[in-house]
């Protein structure tokens, strides 16, 4: 028993050490990225073709398939970029800074795609492309702290301190995700409420909101796909001067 | 199949929204993978130079 559980360790270890990692990742990705091609293929269908009209919003609200997906997206990828801030601080774990600084890209342009989506959605149902109201502010000073967390981790030279301060940075960053939550409960905004996550019941057609979930879906395997690509040239950047690196390149066939 | 282009007069919000996540979905995934090949390709040269410097 001790010696199993030892042994799980010693993988998980492992796991987490670059090398493991980058292979891994590249065994993987293939996976993935088939996942996240049928969920969009399935979602697209769904949703832009057998999915009925709204009946106050008529087809405009088919925004919505790609709007909500990376407004949720634009939050999930700040809590992974938050959590490994705080996992590289305390364990000093190369990998954990890695993931935040993979990460930090693929959320700025989820957040911009919230931000881009939502505002062509606003222009035909509000009669503005952008209001000053909680949601669309508190959005927007979430892709300002992805910005901010990007420009410090490339203007400090040495590499580990530079992904210290920024994961300080991203870790007092996230007293902004529960305002952006919350934020059309607390004041009263413009953007409609929560339709989908409402704790009694989602306030969708079943029609609509599996097609919602599909895309969903879709954007969490291309997210991840995103992250492992990107964990991989991270891993490969910082680690160029290392024996492992030098066969893998020494090994491939020119 | 008109009819869905037109997306119920809203085609010219509708569509340039998918568009603009298509380009970007697609770039986020493109840049990693071909700076993988980029560093891969300077290391090899890196690589090759090292040879070249020893036999010499």
């Known amino acids: ?254 | 199949m008109i009819e869905f282009f037109q997306m119920g007069g809203y085609a010219i919000y509708v569509w340039p929204a998918y568009a603009i996540t298509a380009v970007a979905l697609i770039l986020t995934v493109v840049s990693p993978l071909r700076r993988r090949v980029q560093i891969i390709c300077e290391l090899t040269d890196v690589a090759a130079q090292d040879d070249a410097n020893r036999s010499e």
């Open chain 1, 1 to 254: 028993m001790s010696n199993n559980s030892a042994n799980w360790l010693t993988r998980f270890h492992r796991l987490g050490s670059p090398p493991s990692f980058y292979h891994l990742a590249g065994m993987l990705m293939p996976w993935v990225a088939f996942v996240c091609v049928a969920l969009f293929a399935a979602g697209l269908y769904w949703g832009l073709v057998l999915a009925p009209a709204d009946y106050q919003q008529g087809e405009s609200y088919r925004i919505i398939y790609i709007h909500v997906p990376s407004a949720w997206m634009s939050m999930l990828v700040y809590a992974v970029l938050a959590a490994s801030s705080a996992i590289s601080l305390i364990w000093r774990m190369k990998l954990a800074e890695a993931l935040a600084r993979a990460s930090a890209p693929i959320g700025a342009t989820y957040t911009f795609l919230a931000l881009a989506t939502g505002s062509l959605w606003g222009k035909p149902m509000w009669g503005t492309w952008w209001v000053w109201d909680a949601r669309l502010t508190s959005e927007l000073i979430l892709l300002f702290l992805y910005f901010g967390y990007m420009a410090l981790v490339v203007a400090i030279e040495d590499k580990r301190t530079a992904s210290r301060a920024g994961a300080v940075l991203a870790l007092v960053g996230v007293v902004n995700l529960p305002i952006i939550h919350f934020s059309v409960e607390w004041w009263n905004t413009l953007h409609q409420g929560p339709t989908v996550t409402k704790f009694d019941q989602p306030s969708i057609a079943l029609s609509m909101l599996i097609p919602l979930l599909l895309m969903a879906g879709a954007f969490k395997f291309h997210y991840l796909y995103a992250m492992l690509a990107r964990v991989r040239v991270e891993i490969l950047d910082s680690e160029r001067r290392t024996a492992w690196v030098n066969t893998l390149v020494t090994q491939r066939p020119s």
